[in-house]
Antibody
Framework: EVQLVESGGGLVQPGGSLRLSCAAS????????MDWVRQAPGKGLEWVGR??????????EYAASVKGRFTISRDDSKNSLYLQMNSLKTEDTAVYYC?????????????WGQGTLVTVSS | DIQMTQSPSSLSASVGDRVTITCRAS??????LAWFQQKPGKAPKSLIY???SLQSGVPSKFSGSGSGTDFTLTISSLQPEDFATYYC?????????FGGGTKVEIK
């Protein structure tokens, strides 16, 4: 069974940093691209970014709203995905989901974690 | 960036109704379109990818159609467990973008 479990959320002051983790199990993590998606309270879904797999040099893509502030990384030996968030703003307050990306003709999300809440407030 | 516009933003329907949700892309995205279902307080669930392909385990009452810029998600016979918010997402080009969501409520 595919499982994705996020952790590391919490309350942080504007300008601060936070690192989210996503522990993966039930599949060969190293084979897959992985995404981060967020959802501000009462709002819709917003794609944050993607990391590709080793075969694709672990390259990353980011939304403009987080580029230069957020960094996605992964440790395939630990089956873990990370989101390092720096220079946090109040508008980064959201539930952050990690999502597995699968290749079946194209690269698309198939599984989601349960999410972790990040609150940026003074 | 490609803008995804869903309509309606909300709808009221009865159990057994056929429901159709529309998603329009601001430019052509071929068939690189996914649909997700989200219930209150829960993570999204993947329903459809490549505009028409059902994710494993998703019941056949859900179907998707379209290509290019115009897409639809249809629920053939609405059941109580289908009341939720539905999102489309384009993955033709970065940044990936979602529609604003369609909330399906009980009439």
């Amino acid at each position: 069974e595919v499982q994705l479990v996020e952790s590391g959320g919490g309350l942080v002051q504007p300008g601060g940093s936070l690192r989210l983790s996503c522990a993966a199990s039930g599949f060969t993590f190293s084979d897959h691209y992985m995404d981060w998606v967020r959802q501000a309270p009462g709002k819709g879904l917003e794609w944050v970014g993607r990391t590709r797999n080793k075969a694709n040099s672990y390259t990353t893509e980011y939304a403009a709203s987080v580029k230069g502030r957020f960094t996605i990384s992964r440790d395939d030996s630990k089956n873990s995905l990370y989101l390092q968030m720096n220079s946090l703003k109040t508008e980064d307050t959201a539930v952050y989901y990690c999502a597995r990306v699968v290749y079946i003709g194209d690269y698309h999300i198939d599984y989601w974690g349960q999410g972790t809440l990040v609150t940026v407030s003074s | 960036d490609i803008q995804m516009t869903q309509s309606p933003s909300s709808l009221s329907a009865s159990v057994g109704d056929r429901v159709t949700i529309t998603c329009r892309a601001s430019q052509g995205i071929s068939n690189y379109l996914a649909w997700f279902q989200q219930k209150p307080g829960k993570a999204p669930k993947s329903l459809i990818y490549a505009a028409t392909s059902l994710q494993s385990g998703v019941p056949s009452k859900f179907s998707g159609s379209g290509s290019g810029t115009d897409f639809t998600l249809t629920i053939s016979s609405l059941q109580p467990e289908d009341f939720a918010t539905y999102y489309c997402q384009q993955y033709n080009s970065y940044p990936l973008t979602f529609g604003g969501g369609t909330k399906v409520e009980i009439k």
